[in-house]
């Protein structure tokens, strides 16, 4: 008896000869494809008619409908007759059986989504949900909810419940907002990642909805209360709109109770007591002042910066990222030589603690977090310039992984797609337009088009799918500025920021692209904020003279109250 192949270790001590090998039995099955040799299954699709060859193993393997169909009698048949999906798409996804590949466009995507919950695709059905919600103004709201309802794929919906989460604001204003059922409102309200200003836009929201159909749901409205934030609401408000609500009203007094009496909240049954973790953002900028850093905290009701902290730290060149409620101190520079130390900054607590240090010592080199993990990349050690990356999770500290296509130090990364961008910066042959994204996949790291010009330590942003891009430092008067399309590949620039230097804070409560920079005629730090439609910049309010800062946007939950 044959041994089974899963039971056997093969290749595991060397996963690089194991590759080697599925690409090459891989490229021999494309090949029996194309030449149409070793065919042991015809389908006949009809609209238009059609015939396509294949393999049973391939198909089999690929989806529980071609492996089910073959075990069965009618499987047997040399011909297997296909009529509920046309020929194009069918050819289209058994491609997909051999490729894992599959051409999804606005035109295709309704008839791809429905041929593969047919033939029970699971990653074209995750393809094609994903799609429609990265394209969702080209395929129109409508033609998605149609298709939604027609296929009932979960997936599907769950992605654009994903998409009303982040555009609740936009979403609930458009009349098919009032078509939904009171399960998926229920589901977006519960939401923590409910991407609205103040707990009111969401209860304007259930208001609109009720008003619609008043009589039918207003038996709703108690479900419906009870997903808000009732206690970031003040007692006045509670009392004059929550209380006189059918069936809400044990859900005001709970919430009075809750902002009044501090000391019975352990006795209070109560939902949602936390804001959102969308609501109520601020910024905060680290900046130095000798050898002390302070964090300044943006009041945006009094447009001015308030001191929120101060810390020492005896190091210096250190790059810094805000995740959770931390911001982590990566590397630096100390007495001349580069460090590997690791620390964390609570920015509720205020309390600084080690964690664990980089396998290589590094400074000038970038850092970025994705999907809660943090990478290093490049930078010098010593005088060494680096190609290596390394990536932290609690769980296993720090990991190399795929080094950079080339090496460099005094670049700038940013996380768009799911994907990492490192731009510009310098190597031994000197300033670098060069860009390069890696694949947390694919695990590899490709190049993509260059920057319009070199840039050493640009401050880049991604706002609204693209990557804005300038210099930290100019010696003109004008700041140029520039603007990546990550689908196109291409880069495009746009208006200059009138600044000697900046440094972009990111998006804004109000979802704008916010600068921080330091006018020549001026010893103090202006902000302006892009006006993306009109292609200008318009100037908000100024920090005093620093010799550095960093800016992040945080919601105000993570700060402390004393």
Known sequence: MAASCTQRPAFQSNSS???????????????FYDEQSLIDVTFKVSNPTAVVPAHRLILAAASPYFENLFKGEQGNSPVIEINDIDSDTFERLIIFCYTGEAIITVNNVGAMLKAALILQLEDVINNCADYLKTHINEHTWQAAYTLERETQCERLRQKLIEYEIKNFMEISRRDEFLNFDVEKLQCILESDNLNITREEDAYDAIKRWVNHDELARQEQLPILIACLRLPQFDADFLWTHIQPLPGCELLAFKAISWIREPAARTKINMRFTEPRATCEQTFLVICKSEMNYKLLQYNKVEDKWLEYASFEIDYIYYKTILMDNNLILIGGYKNGISSNIVRSWNIRYKTLQNLSAMNQ??????????DGKIYAIGGLEGKKVLKSVERYTPSDGWKFVSSLI??????????LNNKIYVLGGKNGNGDLKLVECYNPDLITWTSCADMTKCRVLPDVKVHNGHIYVLDTYSASVSQSVERYDPERNTWFKICCLNAEWARIAGMSLDNKLWFIGRPKSDDRSSVSVYDEDNDRWIKKCSLPNLTASLPYIVPVAFLSSK
Request: hydrophobic share 45%; with cysteine.
């Open 406 to 415: 080339f090496g460099r130090y005094g670049a700038r990364a940013v996380t």
């Open 17 to 31: 000869e194991q590759n080697r090998f599925m690409e090459k039995l891989m490229a021999k099955i494309l090949s």
């Open 361 to 370: 010592a590094r400074c000038g080199h970038c850092v970025v977090e994705l």
